[in-house]
């Protein structure tokens, strides 16, 4: 039986794990993938196997820790009927029979089992002649083998098999049985490496690692994934470099006029701003002229809140004159409520991403980083997420808005993050008292791409949004809190 010619590349038909692999498996090759019991080994293999069934390509599961009603109640548990798509020999070896008849009973039985095992396993591989394997798993193998040796030489003579027979081979390992031990990582052609984080609240992170593939060029790093009804979603580490388009660098405008006075005309097209101040400021408001101003201009815009639920937000901005609803029933506004706790860093990239990609948005809100910073681990991946997420959103075109809150009110005032010489411009928003009464302050202190007003401007939150007032000249100390007032007569709002 001679084999077809099949395309250079394996597609594991997995969402972004492909990408990852640029392209898939090299064919006739032998693979491992490893990972501690959960991490969606068989997920992935079952995916393999229904991806080579698609194309017409013979596929075989060789099971030795799962029975073939497990794997079905598996595959059916993601909406997958696995029975007529590839066969599913159930191997067993001799030593884990019940039949008395059937079990060895010498000192040194291994030797025995290993063979009759590896065996049966040839002959499965002989009558189907598949294009696709996949060996679940090799902990009884080794546990067969008893010694590296004998497992080196018992892994190396599959290999040498299944690269005369043509096919591509996946191997799973649970790691249940001496982790250190790299015997396949030697052999195999490929590595994959799958891991399960468990915060100290919230849902379990998982991510995967290339660990080698050789002769072929791959995304590096971890990339998250998560498994959901349908099999598992890998979501690649974005690389800005990698996104390069071309658009016309102009000024947008807030609709706000002494807005757009301190900022010097407006913000630029294809640029990043931050909004620092402490709670109760206005910092989503100002997001919130932004994005209206460009849903005027016919752009699209996304908000993503981690920090506010959607319907005060709604009744929120509608008492403030901003109409977030029909903006939405439009088709030109996009919000999506964030939890921290339930989302990876990558899955949330990815969903930031698909949308400038899929719906064309061009303005971006992320309020709040505060919010974003629960869903890292640590400080410095943070910096590193943003900087590639503001890199490649500046490179579409899209004009991005973020909103950071700063501990306490009044006086010194300390951010949770410094982000500020990432961003492109920084909006500063202060509390200060004057004459008996908390005041609200608004100041420019960054802008990369143009001149801007170096004043300092007081600004009144109604029930017409955020309106701002003409510089503070005759006050000294705003951004401390507690100015003192040099002038003749008041030029505050409202008096």
Same mark, same amino acid.
């Given at each position: 039986m001679s084999r077809r010619v099949l395309s250079d590349k394996a597609k594991l038909g997995v969402q972004g794990l492909d990408d990852v692999l640029v392209g898939g498996l090299a064919r006739s090759h032998l693979y491992l993938?490893?990972?501690?019991?959960? #991490?969606?080994?068989?997920?992935?293999?079952? =995916? @393999?196997?229904? +991806? /080579?069934?698609?194309?017409?390509? #013979?596929? !075989?599961?060789? #099971?030795l820790s799962e029975t073939e009603q497990e794997l079905r109640l598996s595959a059916k548990?993601? /909406?997958?009927d696995i029975s007529t798509k590839f066969e599913v020999f159930e191997l067993v070896p001799p030593e884990l029979l019940l039949d008395s008849e059937q079990q060895q009973t010498l000192l040194y039985s291994s030797d025995l089992e290993l063979g009759e095992t590896t065996q049966a396993l040839f002959k499965a591989v002989e009558r189907l002649k598949p294009d696709r394997v996949v060996i679940d798993s090799l902990s +009884?193998?080794?546990? %067969?083998? =008893?010694?590296? !040796?004998?497992?080196?030489r018992q892994i190396l003579a599959l290999?040498?098999?299944?690269?005369? *027979?043509?096919? #591509?081979?996946?191997m799973l390992d649970d790691l249940t049985t001496e982790a250190l031990d790299k015997t396949v990582h030697s052999v195999a052609h490929g590595v994959l490496r799958l891991e399960e984080l468990a915060p100290t609240y919230g849902k379990e992170?998982?991510?995967?690692?290339?660990?080698?593939y050789r002769g072929q060029s791959y995304r590096g790093g971890y990339h998250d994934f998560a498994i959901d009804r349908g099999g598992l979603r890998v979501f690649p580490r974005l690389v800005a470099s990698e996104h390069r388009t071309s658009f016309q660098r102009i000024t947008v405008s807030s609709n706000i006029s002494q807005l757009d006075d301190l900022l010097g005309g407006g913000v630029e097209r294809g640029s990043s701003v931050l909004i620092l101040g402490p709670a109760g400021t206005g910092k989503s408001l100002l997001t919130l002229h932004f994005a209206r101003a460009a849903v005027e201009r016919g752009?699209?815009?996304?908000?993503?809140? @981690? *920090? +506010?639920? %959607? /319907? !005060? !937000?709604?009744n $929120?901005?509608?008492?403030?004159?901003? *109409?977030?609803?029909?903006?939405?029933?439009?088709g030109n506004l996009i919000i999506e409520q964030v939890d921290a706790a339930e989302l990876s860093p990558g899955e949330f990239a990815h969903r930031v991403r698909d949308r400038v990609d899929s719906a064309n948005v061009k303005t971006v809100v992320i309020d709040s980083l505060n919010g974003y910073q629960s869903a890292m681990p640590e400080e410095h991946e943070l910096l590193l997420h943003v900087h590639e997420l503001l890199q490649y959103l500046n490179r579409q075109g899209a004009t991005t808005f973020l909103t950071v809150a700063q501990h306490g009110l009044v006086g010194d005032m300390r951010s949770p993050v410094d982000i500020t010489y990432l961003a492109d411009s920084v909006l500063l928003l202060r509390y200060f008292e004057?004459?008996? $009464?908390? $005041?609200?302050?608004?100041s420019v202190i960054k802008k990369r791409a143009s001149p801007h007003e170096d004043t300092i401007r007081e600004y009144q939150i109604g029930d017409k949004g955020v309106v701002i007032g003409e510089p503070l000249q005759e006050f000294q100390g705003v951004l401390r809190g507690v100015p003192t007032y040099s002038g003749g007569g008041t030029s505050l709002l409202g008096g």
């Open positions: 993938i490893e990972g501690s019991p959960g #991490t969606g080994k068989t997920t992935i293999a079952l =995916q @393999f196997l229904l +991806e /080579g069934a698609e194309r017409g390509e #013979t596929c !075989l599961y060789v #099971t548990s993601h /909406g997958w +009884e193998i080794r546990l %067969l083998a =008893q010694s590296s !040796l004998r497992y080196r290999k040498h098999y299944f690269a005369h *027979d043509g096919a #591509t081979v996946l992170r998982r991510r995967l690692r290339v660990i080698k752009e699209k815009v996304a908000l993503f809140i @981690f *920090d +506010e639920e %959607l /319907g !005060l !937000l709604f $929120r901005a509608n008492s403030m004159s901003i *109409d977030l609803e029909s903006m939405r029933e439009s004057a004459f008996g $009464r908390v $005041r609200r302050a608004i």
